[in-house]
């Protein structure tokens, strides 16, 4: 079974960071959580980004706020597709510090970059990531969209009545 490790530099990025342990949840990944701060705990981050994919993580979310090192540093030691979801932190400019920081990235340590708090979505990618070779978990993908068809259509709906 596929594994989304989701990594954030500080506890006050939680709040921003659950969103994807939600959807991923529903989805029936598993998933596993952990404070790794670039600046704070550089041991730490080495060693979990050269070593994730030999515990079963397959795909990994970097949420970070301020200047934002953590998914461009994992994304530099780690052969797993990384996810980076920029955090507006108390310390950002109005959080595109953060975008701007994880957005661009050098040639050859690509980070998929999510919109701003847009967790949501970085664990949506990610299970879509994990579908493209987990025929369940496509199948999961698919009915949620769908299912997100269905609210679209009901709101229209409601809009004629």
């Known amino acids: 079974m596929s594994k989304v490790a989701i990594i954030m530099g500080s506890i006050s990025d939680m709040p921003v960071m659950q969103d994807a342990i939600d ?4 989805f029936n990944i ?10 704070r705990t550089p041991e730490k981050l080495f060693d979990f980004s050269k070593n994730a ?9 970097a949420g970070a706020g301020g200047a934002a090192h953590l998914p461009g540093m994992v994304a530099s030691m780690s052969p797993l597709p990384v996810i980076g979801v920029p955090v507006k ?9 953060s975008v701007l920081s994880i957005l661009q990235m050098p040639g050859g340590v690509p980070v998929a970059t999510v919109a701003l708090n847009g967790a949501k ?3 949506i990618l990610a299970a879509q990531i ?8 496509l199948e999961t993908i698919i009915s949620y969209k769908e299912e997100l068809k269905a609210a679209v259509n009901k709101a ?4 004629k009545k």
């Open 23 to 26: 959807i991923l949840k529903q």
């Open 30 to 39: 598993e998933v596993e959580v952990d404070i790794v701060s670039a600046h």
């Open 53 to 61: 994919h030999t515990r079963g993580i397959s795909v990994i979310i």
């Open 89 to 97: 932190s108390s310390n950002s400019i109005d959080g595109w510090d």
């Open 121 to 123: 979505n970085a664990g």
């Open 130 to 137: 994990i579908g493209s070779h987990d025929k369940n978990v």
């Open 156 to 159: 229209a709906e409601g809009l």
